[in-house]
């Protein structure tokens, strides 16, 4: 981000705000249109534009500076909305590619890859968002910016940033004409794992002819 584009955020920090608001509540209203099953054929390449479209804002949030909230504590949101429904249903939805393997921080050295599953990540990435958002729709400015960065930089943004790494590579599997082997898949509760050809073959249940159809990507002849 140049130094004009933050010049002109710090003169401008309505305008701001109501961009990243405008965001998040795509993201939300999308991942919640998604998770309906009303059109399975699309649901990983729109899930991919619309992380990808979240992840720009939470770039313009984390090259910001650190937003200060009036209020020395965090005023109380209320009972956080329930996320499970919607876990569930797109964890159906995303079946045969729902787990994946990921390095939970690439700067710890020998970090060993974990099992993950897009649909959580979606959900939490939805729970987080939505906290933010009740700020902002009760009139708390700084303190939805507050957190939206705060809650960036600790815990949506890298779990997003996997999900798209995650749901990219399954576009670019059916795109390239490189199907995934159809394996057993990989045991997300234990997390064990040994070398790195066991690692890659434990990334999913998926063989070519079942990415084809439910994401919609088939090849043009």
């Known amino acids: ?82 996320v499970d429904e919607m876990r569930l249903k797109l964890a159906a939805l995303l079946e045969p590619v729902d787990v994946y393997s990921e390095v939970f921080d690439p700067y710890v050295p020998r970090t060993a890859p974990v099992a993950c599953r897009i649909s959580d990540d979606l959900a939490d990435i939805v729970t987080d968002l939505r906290h933010g958002m009740a700020h902002y729709r009760a009139g708390r400015i700084s303190e939805a910016l507050w957190w939206w960065q705060f809650s960036y930089l600790s815990n949506w943004g890298p779990t997003a940033s996997a999900a798209l790494r995650a749901l990219q590579s399954l576009v670019a599997h059916v795109r390239l004409d ?27 249940k998926v063989m070519a002819a079942e990415i084809g159809l439910p994401l919609g990507l088939q090849q043009r002849s």
């Open 1 to 82: 981000m140049s130094e004009a584009t933050l010049n002109s955020i710090k003169e401008n920090p309505d305008e701001f705000s109501v961009q990243i608001s405008d965001q998040v509540e795509s993201f939300l209203v999308s991942v919640a249109e998604v998770a309906k099953g009303d059109d399975p054929d699309s649901a990983v390449p729109y899930l991919l534009l619309e992380l990808s479209q979240l992840l720009l804002a939470g770039g313009r949030l984390g090259a910001h500076e650190d937003f200060v909230p009036d209020e020395r504590y965090e005023p109380d949101t209320g009972p956080e909305a329930d």
């Open 178 to 204: 490189t199907p995934l082997d159809e394996l057993d898949g990989l045991d997300i509760d234990s997390n064990a794992t040994s070398d790195d050809g066991e690692l890659e073959a434990e990334a999913g």
